[in-house]
């Protein structure tokens, strides 16, 4: 805090006695002026909070590209890394134009947003700068969760359109339903207007984020159809393995470290006391939000481990790495109003939503290179599903609001209505993303405006559209460097020319 505030005994002494008014109003003075202070430190803590989580969200986007990278063949990695950069600045823009105004810019009947345009007449009472950097990192996450859906045999154009879409309409749309003051199913609406008397609760995006990335990259997927190899004549699955687990390794790291701010950030203030004098406070819910972060990804990963071990016979990293982040995934709903131990439930029962996707996939020939979105999907719709069932009366007052009667988890004796609000959550947004990226993903089918040719698809799109491999690097399927033989070259005779 800026600025000495002075308040002596000499110059109370001269204000006392006859003039005691004069000497009430100086008092007062002076501690509205301390109020004044202590208001702006508040402000001013609470920002900073904000801004760094949407610092740590954003550092996600290098997490995706390293685990997008590590998961595909090494002749498709400059085009993966592009697509996850474009992520970022195709976001960037159309969510300043429009995105932001859709989904927080005061609504129409609960559906729309329809002012901030642009951030015109921002900021805002409710909102500030960092409100609107710490949305924007988390609309362009749900844009790259789709991209691995769709990687290896995606024109460049379609990556474009699509990312763009998405983070400018389709997600702003969802993120308005539920997270906006505003949305028709939002906890955050008066107490006598919620759905179900409570609303669907989803803290920091199981649905909001998770499945609309997930669903968005199925469509897509679907409509593509496979990679080329990815499947014989017979049905029989042929994997075509990513060309580094270290860099899924790296990426899975630092998607972990930026989940910190994905989930506890999500509070968007930390100066929040929940019994003035207290030490509890919005901190320790901060706190708890991260543990059970931690210790659903956790259990999700071991779980992966041994259950890969047990059905394939091998110690699979990249699959682990997978399993972490379904635990992940399905825990950002409810981490915020469910105790640790439920958390370990969360992460448990998250790794056989992704076993049973992965096995589903594979029957129906579905092909997504990095499981995008058997995780984000399957493992976000029994997220929003944990949170019906194990969320905790005290912790979603304390979030939430206290509400007299609110509904509460379903096994924790809060009754049925929350779930019921989570299932509907689960419908609207999968069929509103089906109808929306579904229908553009088939528009650019028809324009020929989707998948490459199968000639550049066989040579890797780094070499047929980006001018060049990432690295010198052979796939285990690629054939061509068994062709090339060195040259002999005789002592005395000019050397070739390359």
Same mark, same amino acid.
């Given at each position: 805090?800026?600025?000495?505030?002075?308040?002596?005994?000499?110059?109370?002494?001269?204000?006392?006695?006859?003039?005691?008014?004069?000497?009430? !109003?100086?008092?007062?003075?002076?501690?509205?002026?301390?109020?004044?202070?202590?208001?702006?430190?508040?402000?001013?803590?609470?920002?900073?909070?904000?801004?760094?989580?949407?610092?740590?969200?954003?550092?996600?986007?290098?997490?995706?590209?390293?685990?997008?990278?590590?998961?595909?063949?090494?002749?498709?990695?400059?085009?993966?890394?592009?697509?996850?950069?474009?992520?970022?600045?195709?976001?960037?823009?159309?969510?300043?134009?429009?995105?932001?105004?859709?989904?927080? $810019? $005061?609504?129409?009947?609960?559906?729309?947003?329809?002012?901030?345009?642009? @951030?015109? !007449?921002?900021?805002?009472?409710?909102?500030? %700068?960092?409100?609107?950097?710490?949305?924007?990192?988390?609309? +362009?996450?749900?844009?790259?969760?789709?991209?691995?859906?769709?990687?290896?045999?995606?024109?460049?154009?379609?990556?474009?359109?699509?990312?763009?879409?998405?983070?400018?309409?389709?997600? /702003?749309?969802?993120?308005?339903?539920?997270?906006?003051?505003?949305?028709?199913?939002?906890?955050?609406?008066?107490?006598?207007?919620?759905?179900?008397?409570?609303?669907?609760?989803?803290?920091?995006?199981?649905?909001?984020?998770?499945?609309?990335?997930?669903?968005?990259?199925?469509? #897509?997927?679907?409509?593509?159809? /496979?990679?080329?190899?990815?499947?014989?004549?017979? =049905?029989?699955? +042929?994997?075509?393995?990513?060309?580094?687990?270290?860099?899924?390794?790296?990426?899975?790291?630092?998607?972990?470290?930026?989940?910190?701010?994905?989930?506890?950030?999500?509070?968007?203030? +930390?100066?929040? /006391?929940?019994?003035? =004098?207290?030490?509890?406070?919005?901190?320790?819910?901060?706190?708890?939000?991260?543990?059970?972060?931690? @210790?659903?990804?956790?259990?999700?990963?071991?779980?992966?481990?041994?259950?890969?071990?047990?059905?394939?016979?091998?110690?699979?990293?990249?699959?682990?790495?997978?399993?972490?982040?379904?635990?992940?995934?399905?825990?950002?709903?409810?981490?915020?109003?469910?105790?640790?131990?439920?958390?370990?439930?969360?992460?448990?029962?998250?790794? @056989?939503?992704?076993?049973?996707?992965?096995?589903?996939?594979?029957?129906?020939?579905?092909?997504?290179?990095?499981?995008?979105?058997?995780?984000?999907?399957?493992?976000?719709?029994?997220?929003?599903?944990?949170?019906?069932?194990?969320?905790?009366?005290? %912790?979603?007052?304390?979030?939430?609001?206290?509400?007299?009667?609110? /509904?509460?988890?379903?096994?924790?004796?809060? =009754?049925?209505?929350?779930?019921?609000?989570?299932?509907?959550?689960?419908?609207?947004?999968?069929?509103?993303?089906?109808?929306?990226?579904?229908?553009?993903?088939?528009?650019?089918?028809?324009?020929?405006?989707?998948?490459?040719?199968?000639? !550049?698809?066989?040579?890797?799109?780094?070499?047929?559209?980006?001018? #060049?491999?990432?690295?010198?690097?052979?796939?285990?399927?690629?054939?061509?460097?068994?062709?090339?033989?060195?040259?002999?070259?005789?002592?005395?005779?000019?050397?070739?020319?390359?």
């Amino acid at each position: 805090m800026s600025g000495a505030l002075t308040c002596s005994v000499a110059d109370l002494s001269a204000l006392l006695g006859p003039n005691a008014t004069a000497a009430a !109003d100086y008092i007062c003075g002076q501690l509205g002026t301390v109020n004044n202070k202590f208001t702006d430190a508040a402000f001013a803590i609470d920002n900073t909070y904000l801004l760094f989580s949407a610092y740590l969200v954003f550092a996600m986007q290098l997490g995706f590209a390293m685990l997008c990278a590590g998961s595909v063949r090494a002749k498709n990695t400059m085009n993966i890394m592009l697509t996850n950069v474009l992520d970022a600045a195709a976001g960037g823009l159309f969510y300043y134009l429009f995105g932001y105004a859709f989904a927080y $810019g $005061g609504s129409s009947e609960g559906f729309i947003g329809r002012h901030n345009f642009a @951030l015109r !007449d921002f900021p805002t009472l409710t909102a500030d %700068y960092s409100f609107f950097l710490y949305q924007w990192a988390f609309a +362009i996450a749900a844009a790259g969760i789709t991209s691995g859906s769709i990687a290896e045999r995606t024109q460049f154009v379609a990556y474009l359109i699509y990312s763009s879409f998405l983070t400018g309409f389709v997600y /702003p749309v969802v993120s308005h339903w539920f997270w906006s003051p505003d949305g028709w199913a939002s906890p955050f609406r008066p107490a006598g207007d919620r759905l179900f008397s409570t609303g669907a609760i989803d803290f920091a995006g199981s649905g909001v984020v998770h499945m609309v990335g997930g669903i968005a990259g199925l469509w #897509g997927a679907l409509i593509e159809g /496979p990679r080329r190899g990815r499947f014989e004549k017979s =049905g029989r699955a +042929i994997a075509l393995r990513g060309h580094s687990a270290s860099l899924v390794v790296l990426g899975t790291f630092l998607l972990w470290f930026g989940w910190y701010g994905f989930n506890p950030g999500s509070f968007t203030k +930390i100066l929040v /006391p929940y019994n003035s =004098g207290s030490s509890y406070g919005q901190w320790s819910g901060i706190g708890r939000t991260a543990v059970t972060t931690t @210790l659903a990804g956790c259990t999700a990963a071991l779980t992966t481990l041994f259950g890969k071990r047990l059905l394939s016979g091998h110690w699979n990293v990249t699959d682990v790495c997978n399993g972490l982040l379904g635990g992940f995934a399905a825990i950002t709903a409810g981490c915020s109003v469910v105790e640790p131990w439920a958390a370990i439930v969360c992460g448990f029962v998250a790794a @056989l939503v992704l076993f049973g996707c992965n096995k589903l996939a594979e029957i129906v020939q579905y092909d997504d290179p990095l499981e995008a979105a058997q995780l984000h999907g399957g493992c976000g719709a029994w997220g929003l599903i944990f949170v019906g069932l194990f969320a905790k009366e005290k %912790y979603l007052n304390e979030v939430y609001g206290a509400t007299v009667g609110r /509904p509460y988890g379903l096994l924790m004796g809060g =009754g049925g209505k929350l779930l019921g609000a989570q299932l509907v959550q689960i419908l609207v947004v999968a069929g509103w993303v089906s109808a929306t990226m579904g229908t553009l993903f088939f528009i650019l089918k028809k324009l020929n405006l989707l998948r490459i040719s199968e000639k !550049d698809e066989m040579a890797g799109m780094d070499m047929t559209r980006h001018g #060049g491999f990432a690295y010198i690097y052979y796939d285990n399927d690629d054939e061509s460097h068994r062709a090339i033989q060195l040259q002999r070259v005789d002592h005395g005779s000019p050397l070739p020319r390359v």
